[in-house]
Nanobody
Framework: QVHLVESGGGLVQAGGSLRLSCSAS????????MGWFRQAPGKEREFVAA????????WYGDSVKGRFTISRDNAKNTMYLQMNSLKPEDTAVYYC?????????????????WGQGTQVTVSS
């Protein structure tokens, strides 16, 4: 089992940047594929990005490619999402997620462990 806590959300103007963090506790952090998802009001949950156990491989949703960067520091049990060139349509609650299996996060997008979410609001 792993417990996830997000931080770093807030209000930013369009074109600005934010960095989200996800701190994990519990089982060995490096045994989990990690990911970010988001959900805007009235919309379905959307896959944002994922990173492999060691951090050597990453995946991104089409809407954030080239603007967002996912990373992890296994020594600190922390994952990050650097968000640049933010747009109003990036406004959502962002959730950290973890799963031991790559397929569950990247393909099926139903990870077993979730954080409580952090609000990101981008003003125009």
């Amino acid at each position: 089992q792993v417990h996830l806590v997000e931080s770093g959300g807030g209000l930013v103007q369009a074109g600005g940047s934010l960095r989200l963090s996800c701190s994990a506790s519990g089982r060995t952090f490096s045994s989990y594929v990690m990911g970010w998802f988001r959900q805007a009001p009235g919309k379905e949950r959307e896959f944002v990005a994922a990173i492999s156990w060691s951090g050597s491989s990453t995946w991104y949703g089409d809407s954030v490619k080239g603007r967002f960067t996912i990373s992890r520091d296994n020594a600190k049990n922390t994952m990050y999402l650097q968000m640049n060139s933010l747009k109003p349509e990036d406004t959502a609650v962002y959730y950290c997620a973890a799963d031991p299996q790559l397929h569950t996060i990247v393909v099926v997008t139903t990870p077993n462990y979730w954080g409580q979410g952090t609000q990101v609001t981008v003003s125009s």
